[in-house]
């Protein structure tokens, strides 16, 4: 799988938009780019993927480059409860995972802090 | 609420004690995972399985086993606990949609003390 670099950590102020940078230069054409956050002490939330088409739901938007190389997740009215760890992954889909598995490597992730 | 369940919640357990964490979801989905997160390690895998009755090896497997009987359910079990499997287990489950579409759902987490 892909390797991903994220930013140790990041401030947002409450209301504002949280734009979080995700690089994955080595990312492969049928790898896809995931989001999920984790606050304190809960298991990891799905937030949103994408293959190479920008994606909105209700929770985030997904902006991925031409080039595939990086994307960035964005919360667009940051709230307190917003606070977390959040992170990006790249994997295959379970169509092309031979095996068959559809295994997530989490890496450190981004600290997002939200502050009033 | 569709979802995972585990239990217990938290456990303080005697090294060499065997120790079995439950994992239930409702969804159907056909894959299940077992995390452990521990501080400055992040989230590892421990055991997965795609589907009823199969189960590989993650990237942390000594020491524990599982099993995967029927679709709902994937018990993690520790053979004889030591006190560096102290850390926070979370099951995961998703569905093999092949597009890709479905993210995982994790569970609560339990929070297991080796001592």
């Known amino acids: 799988d892909a390797k991903t670099t994220q930013p140790t950590s990041m401030d947002c102020a409450e209301g504002r938009a949280a734009n979080l940078p995700c690089n994955h230069s080595t990312i492969s054409g049928n790898e896809y780019v995931y989001w999920y956050r984790q606050i304190h002490s809960q298991g990891p939330q799905y937030i949103i993927h994408g293959l190479k088409n920008n994606e909105t739901n209700e929770m985030a938007s997904l902006i991925i480059t031409e080039d595939r190389k990086s994307s960035t997740l964005i919360l667009p009215h940051a709230t307190l409860r917003d606070t977390a760890v959040y992170y990006c992954i790249v994997r295959v889909a379970w169509a092309y995972s031979g095996a068959g598995s559809y295994q997530l490597t989490f890496g450190k992730g981004t600290k997002l802090s939200v502050i009033p | 609420i569709a979802g995972i369940t585990q239990a217990p919640t938290s456990q303080i357990l005697a090294a060499g004690r065997r120790m079995t964490l439950r994992c239930t979801q409702d969804?159907?989905?056909?894959?299940m995972y077992w995390y452990r997160q521990d501080l400055g390690l992040g989230l590892r895998l421990i055991h997965y399985?795609?589907?009823?009755?199969?189960?590989g090896k993650g990237e942390v497997p000594d020491g524990y086993s599982v099993s995967r009987a029927n679709t709902d359910d994937f018990p993690l079990t520790l053979a004889s606990a030591v006190p560096s499997q102290t850390s926070v287990y979370f099951c995961?489950?998703?569905?093999?949609?092949?597009?890709?579409?479905?993210?995982?759902?994790f569970g609560s987490g339990t929070r297991l003390t080796v001592v």
């Open positions: 969804m159907r989905h056909n894959a």
């Open positions: 995961a489950s998703s569905d093999s949609d092949r597009t890709g579409k479905s993210g995982y759902t």
């Open positions: 399985s795609n589907t009823a009755g199969t189960t």
